[in-house]
């Protein structure tokens, strides 16, 4: 059953408190948790067993919110109703959509570059220093799209679990597998010596580097393949650079100098995917 609330200082809210300061601090992270918002997102979540912890709706989206949980594998999770004031005032901005759900790190962030889907993976894809989180959200997105089976992420990295983020995917990061790495170029190589057939490819700006539009991942005997893309502004770091086997670029205008990195990973994975 819903819990209604009405005191802004009940405890019950307290993983709700001041959101867009405790995701910009990285204080989530350090919490084991992470924030989702929209019912689309809140399906997603309910349909992994014990990933969300609870659920915070406005009095308009509750009936639905009810629903969704009811019929989910997650019918036990608490549901805390709240009026849009009450909303804004312990978010602390508007939640136009009306609802968060507060979901577990531990399923989805406790993965190792060692381990399945990465050591057997067909297509993955590894973000170097890639740091804006509509790119990161976006290019887990064409990941989904283009069947990926993994993402591995530097150190440097931005967090896929941020909650807008998380919106910006879609969902996909609660379903696509992802690694962090704090050595990248250690961790591919580690990976090369483990599978001599894969297959590393660089995404770059260089005219030198191979026309992308030259592979096509449905060829027969294609290798296994991961594509690295690198940050917005200083691009593959020159040691994850030196660890892969190629370099492949989008051909494009002479007056401009690259691509958005999550247009670019897109137009790159449509090439290398095997879907038809």
């Not at 026309?211 to 060829?219: F, H, K, N, V």
């Amino acid at each position: 059953m819903p819990i209604r609330i009405s005191d802004i200082t009940d405890p019950r809210l307290n993983d709700y408190r001041c959101l867009r300061e405790r995701d910009l601090s990285g204080a989530r992270r350090a919490e084991g948790v992470f924030v989702g918002e929209t019912l689309p997102i809140l399906q997603q979540m309910l349909a992994i067993p014990h990933l969300t912890k609870s659920v915070l709706t406005s009095e308009r989206r509750a009936e639905r919110v009810v629903e969704l949980v009811k019929h989910s594998s997650s019918d036990a999770i608490p549901i805390f109703v709240v009026d849009d004031a009450l909303m804004k005032a312990t978010a602390g901005f508007d939640v136009h959509r009306g609802v968060l759900a507060i979901g577990l790190r531990v399923q989805l962030d406790g993965r190792s570059p060692s381990e399945r889907p990465f050591a057997s993976g067909r297509l993955l894809v590894a973000l170097d220093g890639v740091g804006n989180m509509d790119n990161v959200g976006s290019i887990f997105r064409s990941a989904a799209a283009f069947g990926v089976d993994g993402v591995i992420l530097s150190r440097h990295a931005h967090d896929p679990l941020y909650r807008k983020c998380v919106r910006v995917s879609m969902g996909h990061v609660l379903h696509i597998p992802f690694a962090w790495s704090d050595d990248l170029a250690t961790t591919l190589g580690h990976m090369r010596s483990q599978r001599r057939d894969l297959r590393i490819l660089a995404a770059v700006c260089d005219r030198t580097a191979q026309d992308i539009s030259e592979l096509d991942g449905r060829a027969a005997h294609t290798p296994p393949t991961l594509l690295v893309v690198g940050g917005e502004y200083d691009g593959i770091s020159p040691t994850v650079r030196a660890i892969s086997t190629a370099c492949v670029r989008i051909p494009i205008a002479s007056n401009v100098d690259s691509l958005n990195a999550a247009v670019a990973t897109s137009v790159c994975l449509h090439r290398l995917s095997n879907l038809s």
